[in-house]
Protein backbone atom coordinates (compact mmCIF):
# COMPACT_ATOMS: atom_id res chain seq x y z
CA UNK A 1 0.00 0.00 0.00
CA UNK A 2 3.19 2.40 1.11
CA UNK A 3 4.57 2.07 -2.90
CA UNK A 4 1.11 2.28 -4.81
CA UNK A 5 0.61 5.48 -2.41
CA UNK A 6 3.53 6.35 -3.64
CA UNK A 7 2.70 7.08 -7.40
CA UNK A 8 2.35 10.51 -7.03
CA UNK A 9 2.59 12.35 -10.79
CA UNK A 10 1.97 15.11 -13.02
CA UNK A 11 -1.56 15.92 -14.05
CA UNK A 12 -1.96 14.56 -17.78
CA UNK A 13 0.06 16.65 -20.15
CA UNK A 14 -1.66 15.07 -22.96
CA UNK A 15 -2.73 17.65 -25.68
CA UNK A 16 -5.74 18.18 -26.78
CA UNK A 17 -8.15 20.21 -28.89
CA UNK A 18 -11.19 22.82 -28.42
CA UNK A 19 -14.20 23.55 -30.61
CA UNK A 20 -13.89 27.27 -30.76
CA UNK A 21 -16.38 29.00 -28.90
CA UNK A 22 -16.91 31.62 -31.78
CA UNK A 23 -20.22 29.84 -33.21
CA UNK A 24 -23.19 31.94 -33.86
CA UNK A 25 -25.21 32.65 -30.74
CA UNK A 26 -28.43 30.47 -30.36
CA UNK A 27 -31.49 30.85 -28.98
CA UNK A 28 -31.22 28.03 -26.48
CA UNK A 29 -30.04 27.96 -22.94
CA UNK A 30 -26.38 26.19 -22.17
CA UNK A 31 -24.69 24.57 -19.24
CA UNK A 32 -20.98 26.03 -19.35
CA UNK A 33 -18.30 23.66 -17.25
CA UNK A 34 -15.14 24.53 -16.85
CA UNK A 35 -11.98 23.34 -14.89
CA UNK A 36 -9.85 20.54 -14.83
CA UNK A 37 -9.75 16.63 -14.77
CA UNK A 38 -12.68 16.58 -12.44
CA UNK A 39 -14.50 18.72 -14.51
CA UNK A 40 -13.94 16.63 -17.52
CA UNK A 41 -15.18 13.53 -15.82
CA UNK A 42 -11.34 11.59 -15.75
CA UNK A 43 -11.69 7.87 -14.68
CA UNK A 44 -8.28 6.12 -14.68
CA UNK A 45 -8.26 3.61 -17.41
CA UNK A 46 -11.03 5.11 -19.05
CA UNK A 47 -9.96 8.96 -19.91
CA UNK A 48 -12.36 11.72 -19.53
CA UNK A 49 -16.06 11.74 -20.09
CA UNK A 50 -17.31 15.32 -20.80
CA UNK A 51 -20.77 14.16 -20.43
CA UNK A 52 -20.44 12.04 -17.12
CA UNK A 53 -18.70 13.07 -14.06
CA UNK A 54 -19.67 15.27 -11.58
CA UNK A 55 -20.92 17.66 -14.58
CA UNK A 56 -23.15 14.82 -16.19
CA UNK A 57 -24.81 14.73 -12.87
CA UNK A 58 -25.71 18.65 -12.61
CA UNK A 59 -26.99 18.30 -16.53
CA UNK A 60 -29.49 15.87 -15.47
CA UNK A 61 -30.59 18.26 -12.67
CA UNK A 62 -31.00 21.16 -15.00
CA UNK A 63 -32.60 19.22 -18.05
CA UNK A 64 -35.55 18.56 -15.03
CA UNK A 65 -36.65 22.18 -15.72
CA UNK A 66 -34.41 23.16 -18.57
CA UNK A 67 -35.14 19.95 -21.00
CA UNK A 68 -33.60 21.80 -23.93
CA UNK A 69 -30.51 23.35 -22.18
CA UNK A 70 -26.83 22.09 -23.69
CA UNK A 71 -23.74 21.27 -22.26
CA UNK A 72 -20.69 23.07 -23.30
CA UNK A 73 -17.94 21.54 -21.26
CA UNK A 74 -14.42 23.01 -21.86
CA UNK A 75 -12.39 21.13 -18.66
CA UNK A 76 -8.54 20.33 -19.18
CA UNK A 77 -7.25 17.72 -17.63
CA UNK A 78 -3.89 18.97 -15.89
CA UNK A 79 -5.76 22.54 -16.03
CA UNK A 80 -4.04 24.85 -13.44
CA UNK A 81 -5.09 28.31 -12.57
CA UNK A 82 -1.89 29.65 -14.56
CA UNK A 83 -2.61 27.56 -17.49
CA UNK A 84 -6.08 28.38 -17.37
CA UNK A 85 -5.53 32.11 -18.21
CA UNK A 86 -2.21 31.37 -20.14
CA UNK A 87 -2.82 28.59 -21.78
CA UNK A 88 -0.09 25.69 -22.30
CA UNK A 89 -1.73 22.34 -21.24
CA UNK A 90 -5.06 21.82 -23.48
CA UNK A 91 -5.08 23.66 -26.80
CA UNK A 92 -7.73 26.10 -27.74
CA UNK A 93 -8.68 28.33 -30.55
CA UNK A 94 -8.46 31.17 -28.33
CA UNK A 95 -5.51 30.15 -26.66
CA UNK A 96 -6.37 29.56 -23.21
CA UNK A 97 -9.65 27.79 -21.42
CA UNK A 98 -10.75 31.31 -19.82
CA UNK A 99 -10.76 33.46 -23.39
CA UNK A 100 -12.73 30.27 -24.93
CA UNK A 101 -15.25 30.36 -21.99
CA UNK A 102 -15.61 34.03 -22.40
CA UNK A 103 -15.76 34.23 -25.94
CA UNK A 104 -18.49 31.63 -25.90
CA UNK A 105 -20.47 33.02 -23.18
CA UNK A 106 -20.35 36.37 -24.84
CA UNK A 107 -21.62 34.71 -28.05
CA UNK A 108 -24.69 32.80 -26.10
CA UNK A 109 -26.84 34.68 -23.70
CA UNK A 110 -28.95 32.02 -22.43
CA UNK A 111 -26.66 30.96 -20.37
CA UNK A 112 -28.23 28.67 -17.26
CA UNK A 113 -25.14 27.96 -15.28
CA UNK A 114 -21.25 28.15 -15.40
CA UNK A 115 -19.57 25.42 -13.05
CA UNK A 116 -15.34 25.75 -12.30
CA UNK A 117 -13.40 23.79 -10.64
CA UNK A 118 -9.56 24.50 -10.23
CA UNK A 119 -6.46 25.25 -8.31
CA UNK A 120 -5.52 21.43 -7.43
CA UNK A 121 -3.24 21.27 -9.77
CA UNK A 122 -1.15 24.29 -8.70
CA UNK A 123 0.48 22.45 -5.94
CA UNK A 124 0.06 18.77 -6.80
CA UNK A 125 3.93 18.68 -8.59
CA UNK A 126 5.50 19.61 -5.32
CA UNK A 127 5.82 16.16 -4.15
CA UNK A 128 9.17 14.75 -6.10
CA UNK A 129 11.89 11.86 -5.03
CA UNK A 130 13.68 14.62 -4.05
CA UNK A 131 11.53 15.12 -0.88
CA UNK A 132 8.98 18.38 -0.19
CA UNK A 133 9.73 21.29 -1.86
CA UNK A 134 7.60 23.68 0.66
CA UNK A 135 8.57 26.93 -1.17
CA UNK A 136 6.52 24.94 -4.39
CA UNK A 137 3.39 24.71 -1.87
CA UNK A 138 3.75 28.25 -0.70
CA UNK A 139 4.01 29.45 -4.40
CA UNK A 140 1.46 27.07 -5.95
CA UNK A 141 -1.23 28.02 -3.07
CA UNK A 142 -0.20 31.96 -3.74
CA UNK A 143 -1.18 31.32 -7.19
CA UNK A 144 -4.24 30.05 -6.59
CA UNK A 145 -4.89 33.03 -4.18
CA UNK A 146 -4.28 35.38 -6.92
CA UNK A 147 -5.10 34.16 -10.14
CA UNK A 148 -8.10 32.42 -9.66
CA UNK A 149 -10.24 35.44 -8.92
CA UNK A 150 -8.77 36.90 -12.15
CA UNK A 151 -10.28 33.92 -13.52
CA UNK A 152 -13.99 34.12 -11.95
CA UNK A 153 -13.55 37.91 -12.54
CA UNK A 154 -13.46 37.05 -16.37
CA UNK A 155 -16.41 34.94 -16.29
CA UNK A 156 -18.64 36.99 -14.52
CA UNK A 157 -17.82 40.17 -16.66
CA UNK A 158 -18.70 37.68 -19.34
CA UNK A 159 -21.75 36.71 -18.27
CA UNK A 160 -23.07 39.42 -15.26
CA UNK A 161 -26.27 37.68 -14.95
CA UNK A 162 -25.27 33.95 -15.56
CA UNK A 163 -25.41 31.72 -12.22
CA UNK A 164 -21.43 30.59 -11.20
CA UNK A 165 -21.12 27.66 -9.15
CA UNK A 166 -17.26 27.45 -7.89
CA UNK A 167 -16.42 23.66 -5.89
CA UNK A 168 -13.67 22.65 -3.59
CA UNK A 169 -11.83 20.23 -3.63
CA UNK A 170 -11.96 17.11 -1.58
CA UNK A 171 -9.29 14.82 0.09
CA UNK A 172 -7.74 12.11 -1.00
CA UNK A 173 -4.50 11.83 0.71
CA UNK A 174 -6.22 10.95 3.68
CA UNK A 175 -5.66 7.36 2.14
CA UNK A 176 -2.44 7.58 4.07
CA UNK A 177 -4.19 6.69 6.83
CA UNK A 178 -4.14 3.59 5.95
CA UNK A 179 -0.37 2.94 6.24
CA UNK A 180 -0.15 2.90 9.91
CA UNK A 181 1.14 5.63 12.63
CA UNK A 182 3.62 7.85 10.30
CA UNK A 183 0.56 7.78 7.56
CA UNK A 184 -2.34 9.05 10.24
CA UNK A 185 -0.16 12.00 11.11
CA UNK A 186 0.52 12.95 7.73
CA UNK A 187 -3.92 12.32 6.70
CA UNK A 188 -4.52 15.01 9.57
CA UNK A 189 -1.19 17.38 8.58
CA UNK A 190 -3.43 17.42 5.09
CA UNK A 191 -6.62 18.73 6.74
CA UNK A 192 -5.38 22.00 7.58
CA UNK A 193 -3.59 22.56 4.30
CA UNK A 194 -6.39 21.38 2.27
CA UNK A 195 -8.77 24.19 4.14
CA UNK A 196 -6.05 26.50 2.53
CA UNK A 197 -6.40 25.94 -0.71
CA UNK A 198 -10.46 25.80 -0.30
CA UNK A 199 -10.47 28.99 1.30
CA UNK A 200 -8.54 30.99 -1.34
CA UNK A 201 -11.14 29.14 -3.57
CA UNK A 202 -14.18 30.77 -1.82
CA UNK A 203 -13.30 33.75 -0.67
CA UNK A 204 -12.46 34.14 -4.75
CA UNK A 205 -16.08 32.65 -5.19
CA UNK A 206 -17.51 35.27 -2.84
CA UNK A 207 -15.90 38.12 -4.81
CA UNK A 208 -18.16 37.36 -7.57
CA UNK A 209 -21.16 36.70 -5.45
CA UNK A 210 -20.96 33.13 -6.21
CA UNK A 211 -21.93 30.24 -4.01
CA UNK A 212 -18.94 27.76 -3.22
CA UNK A 213 -19.84 24.02 -3.94
CA UNK A 214 -19.13 22.73 -0.83
CA UNK A 215 -17.60 19.18 -1.97
CA UNK A 216 -15.12 18.76 1.01
CA UNK A 217 -17.80 18.64 3.36
CA UNK A 218 -19.86 16.52 1.17
CA UNK A 219 -16.78 14.07 1.88
CA UNK A 220 -17.11 14.68 5.44
CA UNK A 221 -13.45 15.62 5.15
CA UNK A 222 -12.85 16.39 8.73
CA UNK A 223 -14.22 13.72 10.28
CA UNK A 224 -11.62 11.83 12.23
CA UNK A 225 -14.40 11.06 14.62
CA UNK A 226 -17.09 8.79 13.53
CA UNK A 227 -15.68 5.44 12.29
CA UNK A 228 -17.14 3.08 9.72
CA UNK A 229 -16.16 -0.38 8.64
CA UNK A 230 -14.63 -0.49 5.16
CA UNK A 231 -13.70 -3.82 3.85
CA UNK A 232 -10.62 -5.19 3.82
CA UNK A 233 -9.73 -2.33 6.15
CA UNK A 234 -11.72 -2.59 8.97
CA UNK A 235 -12.69 0.47 11.08
CA UNK A 236 -11.58 3.49 9.71
CA UNK A 237 -12.49 7.23 10.65
CA UNK A 238 -15.15 8.22 8.05
CA UNK A 239 -13.47 11.21 6.01
CA UNK A 240 -10.82 8.17 5.39
CA UNK A 241 -13.86 5.99 4.22
CA UNK A 242 -15.28 8.57 2.15
CA UNK A 243 -12.14 8.18 0.13
CA UNK A 244 -12.00 5.03 -0.01
CA UNK A 245 -15.41 4.76 -0.76
CA UNK A 246 -16.07 7.64 -3.66
CA UNK A 247 -12.70 7.60 -5.76
CA UNK A 248 -10.26 4.98 -6.88
CA UNK A 249 -7.56 6.20 -4.14
CA UNK A 250 -7.66 3.07 -2.03
CA UNK A 251 -8.49 0.51 -4.58
CA UNK A 252 -6.32 1.79 -7.94
CA UNK A 253 -4.20 4.60 -6.07
CA UNK A 254 -5.51 7.32 -8.11
CA UNK A 255 -6.95 10.44 -6.74
CA UNK A 256 -9.86 10.38 -9.24
CA UNK A 257 -13.93 10.03 -7.87
CA UNK A 258 -15.42 6.94 -9.18
CA UNK A 259 -19.26 7.34 -10.08
CA UNK A 260 -20.48 7.51 -6.26
CA UNK A 261 -17.75 10.20 -5.92
CA UNK A 262 -19.08 12.08 -8.65
CA UNK A 263 -22.78 11.38 -7.98
CA UNK A 264 -21.81 13.01 -4.39
CA UNK A 265 -19.45 16.05 -6.01
CA UNK A 266 -22.95 17.08 -8.49
CA UNK A 267 -24.91 16.76 -5.58
CA UNK A 268 -22.54 19.27 -3.64
CA UNK A 269 -23.25 21.34 -6.89
CA UNK A 270 -26.38 21.21 -7.27
CA UNK A 271 -27.42 22.04 -3.59
CA UNK A 272 -25.49 25.49 -4.24
CA UNK A 273 -26.93 26.45 -7.37
CA UNK A 274 -28.62 29.83 -6.67
CA UNK A 275 -32.46 29.55 -7.39
CA UNK A 276 -32.49 33.30 -8.86
CA UNK A 277 -29.48 34.64 -11.08
CA UNK A 278 -27.60 37.99 -10.02
CA UNK A 279 -29.16 40.85 -11.45
CA UNK A 280 -26.16 43.25 -11.42
CA UNK A 281 -22.35 42.66 -11.42
CA UNK A 282 -21.12 42.70 -7.86
CA UNK A 283 -17.39 44.20 -7.22
CA UNK A 284 -14.25 43.51 -8.59
CA UNK A 285 -12.98 40.53 -6.47
CA UNK A 286 -9.96 41.22 -4.69
CA UNK A 287 -6.21 39.30 -5.55
CA UNK A 288 -5.60 38.48 -1.89
CA UNK A 289 -7.96 36.52 -0.52
CA UNK A 290 -7.37 35.28 3.14
CA UNK A 291 -7.74 31.72 4.25
CA UNK A 292 -10.54 30.35 6.65
CA UNK A 293 -9.82 30.20 10.77
CA UNK A 294 -12.20 27.38 11.10
CA UNK A 295 -12.79 23.70 10.16
CA UNK A 296 -15.93 22.86 7.74
CA UNK A 297 -18.78 21.57 9.62
CA UNK A 298 -18.95 17.38 8.82
CA UNK A 299 -21.81 16.79 6.84
CA UNK A 300 -21.84 13.05 8.04
CA UNK A 301 -22.73 10.26 5.96
CA UNK A 302 -24.78 11.21 2.53
CA UNK A 303 -25.93 8.64 0.21
CA UNK A 304 -24.63 7.83 -2.85
CA UNK A 305 -27.11 8.84 -6.10
CA UNK A 306 -26.16 8.08 -9.43
CA UNK A 307 -27.01 11.06 -12.56
CA UNK A 308 -25.58 11.31 -16.23
CA UNK A 309 -26.63 12.56 -19.04
CA UNK A 310 -26.07 11.78 -22.66
CA UNK A 311 -26.10 15.37 -24.34
CA UNK A 312 -23.92 15.95 -26.95
CA UNK A 313 -21.19 18.50 -26.46
CA UNK A 314 -18.19 20.00 -27.96
CA UNK A 315 -14.96 20.44 -26.33
CA UNK A 316 -11.49 18.30 -26.27
CA UNK A 317 -12.24 14.74 -26.87
CA UNK A 318 -11.93 11.55 -24.46
CA UNK A 319 -8.23 11.82 -23.04
CA UNK A 320 -6.83 8.09 -22.06
CA UNK A 321 -4.47 7.76 -19.43
CA UNK A 322 -1.28 6.73 -21.49
CA UNK A 323 -0.13 6.74 -25.38
CA UNK A 324 -2.25 4.18 -27.03
CA UNK A 325 -5.40 6.51 -27.47
CA UNK A 326 -3.81 9.82 -28.29
CA UNK A 327 -2.55 10.18 -24.50
CA UNK A 328 0.70 11.16 -23.30
CA UNK A 329 2.16 9.11 -21.08
CA UNK A 330 3.08 10.31 -17.32
CA UNK A 331 6.16 11.00 -15.17
CA UNK A 332 5.94 8.45 -12.40
CA UNK A 333 8.34 9.62 -9.72
CA UNK A 334 9.06 6.36 -7.71
CA UNK A 335 11.33 5.83 -4.63
CA UNK A 336 10.16 8.63 -2.10
CA UNK A 337 7.65 6.07 -0.29
CA UNK A 338 5.27 8.22 2.40
CA UNK A 339 7.54 11.32 2.52
CA UNK A 340 6.37 11.82 -1.12
CA UNK A 341 2.58 10.84 0.15
CA UNK A 342 3.28 13.53 2.92
CA UNK A 343 4.15 16.08 0.64
CA UNK A 344 0.99 16.02 -1.51
CA UNK A 345 -0.59 15.91 1.78
CA UNK A 346 1.02 18.99 2.99
CA UNK A 347 -0.34 20.62 -0.28
CA UNK A 348 -3.20 21.12 0.84
CA UNK A 349 -5.44 18.03 -0.50
CA UNK A 350 -4.53 19.13 -3.63
CA UNK A 351 -5.75 16.93 -6.24
CA UNK A 352 -2.55 15.54 -7.43
CA UNK A 353 -3.06 12.78 -10.28
CA UNK A 354 -1.63 9.36 -9.10
CA UNK A 355 -0.38 7.29 -12.01
CA UNK A 356 -2.71 4.14 -12.24
CA UNK A 357 0.12 1.38 -11.39
CA UNK A 358 0.95 -0.48 -14.87
CA UNK A 359 1.09 -4.27 -15.01
Same mark, same amino acid.
Given at each position: ?39 ? $? ?13 ? $? ?277 ? $? ?24
Amino acid at each position: MASALALVVAASGATVFAQSASAAPSTGSYYVALGDSLAA $GYQPGVGDDKTGGYV $GGVLAHLKQTEPGVQLENLACSGETTGTMLDGGKCTYPEGNQVAAAVDFLKAHSQVSLITLDIGANNVQTCATTNGIDMACVVKGLQEVATQLPTIVGKLRAAAPNARIVVANYYNPFLAAWLLGTDGQTLAKSAVALQEQLNGSIASAAKGIDAPTADVATAFSSTDFTDMVNVPPFGDIPLNVARICQWTWMCSKQNIHANDAGYAEMAKAVIAAIPAVPPTSPPTSPTSSPTSPTSSPTSSGSPTSTSGTATSTTTGPPIITDGGASGGSNDEVLV $GAGIAAVGAAAIAGGALARIRRRRD
